[in-house]
């Protein structure tokens, strides 16, 4: 698992994602989603090679306040944050290179 990383719980979110200085995705995803588990890994390689970007993950089996807060009805569900606003969604998995672009055409 990648030390850049960050795994949030609703406590830390404003502070990590919507207080950051740096574009931030943040992964909401759950333990018993396939799909999370493919993703994972991919969210895991692009946070080592995008160090211009925050990489968070939400439990959201064990942190719902956000999520729910943010409508999130499906999983995973990525969103990418810019000056405290969200200014990307993706629900669903995508291929690392989809991904990669996603987030690059964002920030």
Known sequence: MS????????DQFENEVINSDKPVLVDFWATWCGPCRMV????EELAEEMS???FCKVDIDK???YAG???VM?????LLYKNGEIVGKQVGALPKEELAAFIKNLI
Do not use: C, Q, R, W
Not at 3 to 10: A, G, P, Q, V
Not at 74 to 78: K, N
């Open 3 to 10: 030390d850049k990383i960050i795994h949030l719980n609703d």
């Open 63 to 65: 942190n719902s306040g």
């Open 52 to 54: 211009e970007v925050k």
């Open 74 to 78: 499906s999983i995973p569900t990525l």
């Open 40 to 43: 994972g890994p991919i969210i």
């Open 69 to 71: 807060k943010l409508g």
